[in-house]
């Protein structure tokens, strides 16, 4: 075997990294048994798996060619919109009364604002 | 050597996350966990053509990913919404 760059063995590292938490994070979404716990494998895991293998891009494309920061902007976006998207998948696990334990009991005549149905506010 | 090795691990590991998620796609149980495996199934797509760029060393790609990040964002707040209110748009 003929010496390997050190800069190829860092790249390599990060991209196993990244397929370990996308594997991660696909075998939770399959395994666990209550709908917010599925919820919590794949958006953690699966947004830090992309974001391994995109800064093992930016680094591969830095060595190997002239490399640009193209991979930051999806990097910076992906990080940006994934708790969005959790928040607004677990308001509809609330939402249709799918969380498993009930919610905590509100003062007076309060209702959770996530489980108002469209037509009640008219 | 090993890049090559490594690529041929992720490659793997994303197509069986995609595989994973659409066995939770198929089995449900609830609404939310469909929009879930969907969202996740985007995420693995962004991924999967970032490593394609890697294998073949161009930057070509980097768009496309971009794309699809931004319509998978778009798409699983556009379900999440009509679950909620049963209007996208009001």
Known sequence: ????????IIVAILLIIGA?????????????QNPMSRLHAPTKAGTLGVGSMLVASMIYAFHHAD?????LLILVFLFATAPVSANFI???HIHRDRVGTPLPELEGEREWATKVKPEDDA | ????YALYIAFGAVA????LSMIRLLRGPYLGDRVLSLDTISINAVSLIVLYGIAKETQMYFEASLLIAML???STVAFARFLLRRDVIE
């Open chain 1, 1 to 8: 075997m003929t010496g390997t760059d050190p800069i190829e």
């Open chain 1, 20 to 32: 370990l938490f996308t594997l991660v994070g696909g075998y939770g979404l399959v395994k666990l």
């Open chain 1, 67 to 71: 490399g640009s920061l193209n991979e």
């Open chain 1, 90 to 92: 677990a308001k509809v």
């Open chain 2, 1 to 4: 050597m090993l890049m090559t």
């Open chain 2, 16 to 19: 069986l996350t995609m595989v």
């Open chain 2, 72 to 74: 998978g964002f778009v």
